[in-house]
């Protein structure tokens, strides 16, 4: 299978040694585009930053409030008078860009100063320390996409769903993923304490969690006894798509003909790999998501390439839950949209949009959102999610740390009764 260019594809921050926030296109020359172009990236965003004043918008407010600062502004809490630096002031300026960025109402539009800029950069890199998992801004409040499977956050029992109230004691109102990133992190060893709440739970929890070097795993592949073949896929990397291939040949080889794909707690990652794994179930040229620009430049299209070989008799089920975001939406999306495949388990996290990272100077950056995915050309994933066919519900007394797996379970009875 040949390589192909990659892009990403969601932009919600993780935690790990290896980041899926993706959706991003990389504009302009700075660190950020450097460390993404060594994985593939295009820098289609270069030179789209003109540093005019917009007609019509009087910025007179801004710096009237700047000198009333510059010249009024006292410490109170401070115990001598302390000398303003370039650096105090050079802050300024970075928080009236993350106030820009906010005033969008767009928890994916982001300004990222040096501080912040370096953690994505190392985000990219995939060479520290965490606790495995992904966040995202949702109704206004700090929340889990999802814990990946086997990491510490996964152990310590963290949910998709679950509200950040608290990181070692400072509270997470209006505080953005990439400052609660730079929280959490840590080195191996440590440990650091989420206040979490839960809807299902009438407390607020505290869940202390180990830091660790996170080894993020791919895929897995297992023959059930019942002639059901499993392929658990757990994130989209830039090797995803030639493991699913072998995985697929592997699938073929078998004889079977049910097959189910658990996207459960998948976060996404490289549009490219969602868009091959969708070429195996759908003959070439058919339309696997749209990139929407809403008029401010061309949509781009991307197509099945149409591999389209295991269609005969295959029976398909994908397993979705709240922490399947971005690109398993696409794949799991599209495949249900165009009756290739059912999905079953609960609706999906809701991330319908792609991000664009632009240098605002070589150690910052502004990631905006610029366009959102329709599936299969005309379908919108809202923050509601994709819906799944057959959805399935948690009895109340049910115990989350039973070995009992309901989702898998009311997959397996479909296909029986195929």
């Known amino acids: 299978m040949t390589k192909k260019t990659l892009r990403l594809v969601t932009t ?8 899926f926030v993706t959706g991003i296109v ?18 289609i965003a270069a030179g789209i930053t003109p540093s005019v004043q917009p007609e019509g918008i009087d910025f007179a407010p801004v710096w009237k409030a700047w000198n009333i600062l510059d010249a009024r502004f006292v410490d109170a809490y401070a115990t001598t008078t302390e000398v303003v630096t370039q650096e105090d002031r050079q802050e300024r300026v970075w ?10 109402g767009d928890p994916y539009t982001v300004f990222l100063p040096p501080s912040e800029a370096e953690v994505f950069a190392a985000d990219i890199s995939g060479s520290f320390e965490g606790v495995g998992m992904e966040i995202a801004i949702r109704d206004q409040m700090l929340t889990i996409v ?16 679950d509200k950040i109230l608290s ?3 400072t509270s997470t109102e209006d505080m953005s993923t990439n400052v609660a990133v730079q929280l959490i992190r840590g080195e191996k060893g440590t440990e650091v304490t989420l206040e979490i709440y839960r809807e299902d739970e ?12 996170i080894q993020i795993p791919t895929i897995k592949t ?8 499993v392929i658990e896929l757990y994130n989209f990397s830039a090797k995803s798509a030639g493991l699913f291939a072998d995985a697929m040949e592997e699938f073929q080889r078998s004889g079977y003909s049910k097959l189910i794909i658990d996207l459960r707690g998948n976060p996404g990652g490289y549009l490219d790999a969602a868009v091959d794994m969708a070429s195996w179930f759908l003959p070439a040229g058919k339309i696997v998501v749209t990139e929407d620009y809403g008029g401010n430049g061309e949509n781009r299209i991307h197509r099945s390439r149409g591999y389209d070989s295991v269609n005969d008799g295959l029976k398909l089920v994908i397993l979705i839950d709240k922490g399947s975001a971005s690109a398993s939406e696409i794949l799991a999306g599209s495949l249900k949209e165009y009756g290739k495949a059912t999905l079953i388990g609960t609706a999906s996290f809701g991330k319908g949009s792609v991000q664009e ?3 605002i100077t070589p150690d910052t950056s502004l990631k905006v959102t610029v366009a959102r995915w329709l599936l299969a050309g005309d379908v919108f994933i809202t923050k509601d999610g994709v819906e799944p066919d057959i959805s399935v519900e948690f009895p109340e007394d049910f115990d989350p740390t039973s070995e009992r797996d309901l989702i898998l379970e009311a997959a397996v009875t479909f296909l029986h009764k195929q």
């Open 26 to 43: 990389v504009g302009s020359k700075g660190v950020l585009a450097d460390q993404l172009n060594r994985y593939g990236l295009s820098a």
């Open 357 to 359: 990272l632009v240098n």
């Open 167 to 169: 990181i070692d004691g």
């Open 202 to 213: 009438n407390e607020l929890l505290e869940i202390v969690v180990t830091r660790d070097t």
């Open 222 to 229: 297992y023959k059930r006894a019942d002639q059901i073949f």
């Open 95 to 104: 928080g009236i860009l993350k106030g820009l960025a906010a005033s969008m």
């Open 146 to 161: 999802s814990p990946l499977k086997g990491t510490p956050a996964f152990r310590a029992g963290l949910k998709p769903g």
């Open 12 to 19: 919600i921050v993780l935690i790990t040694a290896l980041t």
